[in-house]
């Protein structure tokens, strides 16, 4: 098992306003929280699910950089979405980032999000003792 818990913050105003980590180390596992393709007050990708996918899960994967890990070390995966005909799309931006890792995965429709220009909100969680980078 590996040190203390520790938590990082990105730059999203939404972990101040409600008191929360965007990523937080615990043991051995590293859980990254809800992650949405905006960045300050820009969205990535407006209107476009894969771009958004890859932009949210390159936020997530930053986050875990914080930690020394990378897409290997990617244990499980949640996929939330405002369309079920953005799957395709979604799907396709999880397999390039995660093909060769296969992490276990969740998609769930959702009503939406605090954003509503946004179509994609991401999960991840690692484990320390896989292989990183």
């Known amino acids: 098992m590996t040190g203390a818990v520790r938590r ?6 939404w972990e101040e306003t409600t008191g ?3 990523a937080v180390a615990a043991g051995d596992l ?5 992650t949405m393709p905006v960045t300050g007050t820009v969205l990535q990708g407006e209107g476009d699910p894969y771009e958004q996918a890859r932009a ?5 994967l930053a986050a875990l950089d914080e930690f ?8 499980r995966t949640r996929i939330y ?5 953005d799957v395709d ?5 999880h397999k390039e980032l995660f093909g060769a890792v296969r992490p276990v995965t969740t998609t769930v429709v959702v009503s939406g999000f605090v954003d509503s220009r946004v179509l994609v909100e991401v999960e991840v969680e690692a484990y320390r003792g896989a292989t990183t980078r």
Do not use: C, E, M, N
């Open 56 to 60: 949210a899960f390159g936020k997530a």
């Open 30 to 34: 590293v859980l990254v929280g809800g």
């Open 8 to 13: 990082t913050q990105s730059d999203d105003p």
């Open 20 to 22: 929360s980590a965007r």
């Open 68 to 75: 020394g890990l990378g897409a290997g070390s990617v244990i």
């Open 89 to 93: 799309a979604v799907a396709r931006a």
């Open 81 to 85: 979405l405002t369309h079920l005909r």
